[in-house]
């Protein structure tokens, strides 16, 4: 079969569709996007993602992202945080959604994931022994449970909630509150959602 595209073109066009969301076409459109950009442009994309394991590793108290170059999460250095209180995310980028609230000004702890017996995620695969040690040399006051809002996320909440009360920790535990998202009408809602709703409501 004659070749239609350039090997170097189709390369390119199959290794963007391994992508996690990136389907056959806008592997072709990213692809070819590349090729009419101008050298310095690709060049900066091929650097950055060259050095991407290399300038990055994992902080060993939180297991957020950090630079190559840190020690532990500026987060976690940083004084005006308080160690007493901790946000338990699924994944790193998790991190930055609570972050750009505002809001929060405790410390974080990234398990790594949520339990998944299909995709073969156990508690054992993800970082709960040190979130039980961290509660005891930092002190913790209080854990927000903030894992997402599917099954396994809950299934991961309710495990974290049981292992926590059975660590002999006195820590208050907390989870984020879930509602309907503004703008969506009752009907549109799922029978989770709607439950959370529910469990979460306020007097006025």
């Given at each position: ?8 073109l189709?390369?390119?066009?199959d ?5 996690p ?28 993602i ?94 927000i ?18 292992h ?11 989870r984020?509150?879930r ?26």
């Amino acid at each position: 079969m004659t070749q239609l595209l350039p090997s170097a073109l189709t390369r390119a066009i199959d290794e963007l569709g391994r992508l996690p969301g990136v389907g056959a076409r806008t592997a072709e459109r990213y692809a070819y996007f590349l090729l009419r950009a101008d050298t310095h442009t690709t060049s900066k994309l091929a650097s950055a993602i060259s050095e991407l394991h290399s300038g990055v590793r994992t902080c060993p108290i939180t297991f957020a992202l950090i630079d190559s170059d840190q020690e532990v999460s500026p987060l976690y250095a940083d004084n005006g945080r308080n160690k007493k209180l901790v946000a338990v995310v699924e994944e790193p980028l998790d991190i930055v959604a609570l972050e750009r609230t505002g809001q929060f000004h405790g410390t974080y702890h990234v398990l790594g994931g949520a339990i998944s017996p299909i995709d073969g995620i156990g508690p054992e695969q993800l970082h709960i022994p040190e979130l039980i040690g961290r509660l005891q040399d930092d002190e913790v006051e209080e854990v927000i449970i903030a894992t997402n809002a599917s099954v396994e996320g809950e299934s991961t909440a309710l495990f974290l909630q049981r292992h926590i009360n059975e660590s002999g920790n006195d820590v208050k535990i907390s989870r984020l509150a879930r509602g309907i998202p503004v703008g969506v009408d009752l009907e549109y809602a799922d029978q989770i959602t709607l439950t959370h709703a529910l469990e979460g409501r306020r007097f006025l």
